[in-house]
């Protein structure tokens, strides 16, 4: 039985504003459990954030998923929208130009991610 999994995304709409989207990740059964098709990369870069950090709006330096490892980050859009994404979450990150996002710790604690580079 085929599955997906949900990744949320953010973009840069039509008003140059940062939106949350979300995206399903079709996964086939596999003798582990599921497993999707090979998503193609580019990078992977290895990133401990500080429990104090608080970055103002800004863009996505390319295409890239973010799985957050431990901690959490709290992603704010253009519209004010936020949104907490915990440990064992992940994001595409696609809002590479326009108004960008705000992203913050959360609750004070340090924040171990990986970021897969796709371009």
Do not use: C, W
């Not at 949350?20 to 193609?40: K, R, W, Y």
């Not at 608080?54 to 901690?71: C, E, I, K, M, T």
């Amino acid at each position: 039985m085929t599955k997906k999994t949900k990744v949320t995304r953010l973009y840069t709409g039509d008003d140059g504003q940062s939106h949350f989207g979300e995206i399903e990740v079709e996964m086939e059964p596999n003798l582990v459990g599921h497993i999707s098709e090979t998503v193609a990369a580019t990078g992977l870069i290895f990133r401990e954030t500080s429990g104090s950090y608080d970055y103002d709006f800004h863009v996505a330096p390319r295409r890239q998923y973010v799985v957050n490892l431990d901690g959490a980050v709290e992603i704010t859009v253009g519209s004010g929208e936020k949104r907490v994404l915990e440990a064992g979450e992940m994001f595409l990150a696609e809002d590479t130009t326009g108004q960008g996002h705000i992203s913050r710790a959360v609750n004070g604690k340090i924040r171990h991610s990986l970021f897969i580079t796709l371009d």
